[in-house]
């Protein structure tokens, strides 16, 4: 059973650019978190969707970020016209319901270097 | 913010049993207690969780006293492999809810 898989694992940007970055939940989960992580720092919650509906945004940056978690297809993190302070590692989680005790299962993130 | 109490670092010797507290004394009744670790920049990985009963699975022992007020993971045998950033989280079960991360505990498994 693949667990979640992230890409890509390292994006180099200029400043400016966009970023997206992809994650696939594990088979069966229908709800996916994307988490930041600065250097040396702590677990940022970011963003929490289900398929086609965002949850909880409450952790997202106002401007320049957006999520999505279409019907078909990845969750897609996408930073607009990037800034040096983007620069961190990007996680993404799932599981498999909402209402319940089920554990986060995170994959190994995307590690995004603005140049 | 996180609701739980971490110390910021622990070491343990090698093979012996590696204790983590967490103080999470305003828990509420139909909030859970999560562990997980993180080694060296690599994602969150689950380790345990548990509501008011200890729990037991091939990686960890998770103890909650009675009062659920604090918790204890243990590692049974650490390793080396086992040196890790270890996090606490409560979490309730219902719509839309988190996982907050504190700073969790610094692991150091000593040869």
């Known amino acids: 059973n693949a667990g979640v898989m992230q890409n890509p694992r390292h994006l180099v940007r200029r400043r400016g650019q966009e970023a997206r970055l992809r994650c696939s939940p594990m088979k069966g989960h229908s709800h996916v978190y994307w988490y930041r992580q600065l250097p040396e720092e702590g677990l940022k919650f970011m963003v929490y969707?289900?398929?086609?509906?965002?949850?909880?945004e409450s952790g997202m940056p106002k401007e320049r970020f957006s999520a999505e978690f279409p019907k078909e297809g990845p969750s897609i993190l996408r930073i607009q016209q990037v800034v040096r302070g983007d620069s961190a590692a990007y996680f993404c989680a799932s599981s498999p319901k909402d209402r319940d005790n089920s554990p986060l299962h995170f994959g190994n993130g995307t590690r995004l270097t603005v140049t | 913010d996180a609701k739980t109490t971490q110390p910021p670092s622990m070491d343990c010797a090698e093979g012996r049993a590696a204790n983590l507290p967490c103080n999470h004394s305003?828990?509420?009744?139909?909030?859970?207690v999560y562990w997980y670790r993180q080694i060296h920049s690599q994602g969150p990985q689950y380790i345990i969780h548990g509501l008011k009963n200890n729990e037991t699975n091939e990686m960890a022992s998770l103890i909650i006293t009675e009062d659920r007020k604090s918790s204890t993971l243990i590692l049974p045998h650490a390793t080396l492999r086992d040196t890790a950033v270890y996090y606490c989280?409560?979490?309730?079960?219902?719509?839309?809810?988190?996982?907050?991360f504190g700073p969790g505990t610094r692991l150091s498994v000593l040869p």
């Open positions: 969707l289900q398929k086609e509906n965002i949850i909880d």
């Open positions: 989280i409560v979490r309730p079960t219902g719509r839309g809810q988190n996982f907050v």
């Open positions: 305003t828990i509420s009744g139909n909030e859970y």
